[in-house]
Every structure is written in C-alpha cells, then in structure tokens.
C-alpha cells in the first residue's frame, strides 16, 4: 500500500523568500515520487519527478526536491518565491509493483504575498 | 492540439440528465485514466484503460460509465448524478501502466461539474 502526507494545506510565503512544502510517503516498494502543480483552473502540471539515481532532483520553474530513504521524504523547495507561484501543489507517490496508480496527498496551497 | 484536452470546460446538469465528458491525447500514449477532484478530498482514481481495455475501476458507483473507443479518445458518459458528484473531473495519460520510468501521467485541464 502507498499513501502521502503533505504536511500544510496553506503556506504563505513572502515574495523573494524560499518556498518549502513538505512531503512524507509510504510504500512497501521503492517509490517513484512525483510533485504536480495546479494554477487555478486548471489541470496538473508536472513540475518534478524521482524515479531512480541522482536523489536531488531540479524540475521547471526553479523547483527542486530531494528524496531522502532514510526520512521517507521528498521535500519540494525554491530558494526565492515568485508572485507566479501562487497556487496548488500535490506531492505523489507510485511503485512498480502497484502499476502505475498515482497516490496524490492533499495538497499545499501557496500563497504569496508581495 | 498538443498534450491533452479536454471538453467541455464546464457541464453543468440536473440529476436526471445524461452527459458525456471528452479527453483527448495527443502524446502517442498508450494509457488514459480519470480522476476526480473533489473540495478537501486527495485526488482519487476512478478508471485506467490500457491499449482500449479497462484494467482499473476503482469502486465507482454505475452512474459513472467510461468508454475508450482508441487509444487517444476516453469518455466519461454520466446520468443520474447527485450532487455529491459535483467536482472536477480529471484526464490523464501515460506511454503505458507497467510503472516505469517513462510512465509519468500528463494530465488535462479537467472539467468542471457541477450537478444540480
């Protein structure tokens, strides 16, 4: 079974500081570990993903994420928030062994204030 | 057209009514699955179709009928809804289900429903 806590349904960041969302999993497999952004009204957009390799991982918009086994963690952070990256963020989890299922967690709505 | 679309944007619907939403990829994928976003609820899966068969349903209730005529088409036929059901309803894509690397899910802008 996998299962995703993201720590924080809101975060509020100021402009210019750094955005640090959190992400805990669960899997009895090793994972392949996924964050998605949504902008209002729209879909999900991929921002990174950890499948095998290198453990920290840089994604578009100056996203990166660090997968840490030992803390079961995939941490997304940016040193300097835009006003841009006000929206949703879903941290996700799948493994070989379930197929492909998507296991998304809550969600952490960002907000930025200038 | 690139990545995956979706029609309409917005459906809005009395519960006795029957309406079809649209997802169209084109990625060459050869997976498509629907979501369902509802307010404060994770994301939840509701079908996967590999290659036109359906190899997931995830205890949808029957008022909820997919269809996945080709590889790039998926609909979502809907009738008798509640308005529990109102939410929005999410399509995606992958090159295949086996979970490896290139199996990363491209999702569509949804489709707002709103059930009456």
């Known amino acids: 079974a996998q299962s995703v806590t993201q720590l924080g349904s809101h975060v509020s960041v100021s402009e210019g500081a750094l955005v640090l969302l959190r992400c805990n999993y669960s899997?009895?497999?090793?994972?392949?570990l996924f964050w998605y952004v949504q902008y209002p009204n729209q879909g999900l957009q991929l921002l990174l993903k950890?499948?095998?390799?290198?453990?920290l991982v840089k994604g578009i918009n100056g996203f990166e994420a660090e997968f840490k086994k030992s803390e079961t963690s995939f941490h997304l952070t940016k040193p300097s928030a835009h006003m841009s990256d006000a929206a949703e963020y879903f941290c996700a989890v799948s493994a070989r062994a379930a197929g492909n299922k998507l296991t998304f967690g809550g969600g952490t709505r960002v907000l930025v204030k200038p | 057209e690139t990545g995956v679309t979706q029609t309409p944007r917005h459906l809005v619907m009395g519960m006795t009514n029957k309406k079809s939403l649209k997802c169209e990829q084109h990625?060459?994928?050869?997976?498509m699955y629907w979501y369902k976003q509802s307010a404060k609820k994770p994301l939840e899966l509701m079908f996967v179709?590999?290659?036109?068969?359906?190899?997931e349903n995830n205890s949808v209730p029957s008022r909820f009928s997919p269809e996945c005529p080709n590889s790039s088409h998926l609909f979502l036929h809907l009738h008798t809804l509640q308005p529990e059901d109102s939410a929005l309803y999410l399509c995606a894509s992958s090159q295949g289900t086996s979970g490896t690397d290139l199996d990363t899910q491209y999702f569509g802008p949804g489709t707002r429903l709103t059930v009456l």
């Open positions: 899997s009895s497999v090793p994972p392949y």
């Open positions: 179709y590999s290659l036109e068969e359906r190899v």
């Open positions: 990625l060459g994928h050869n997976a």
């Open positions: 950890y499948t095998t390799g290198a453990t």
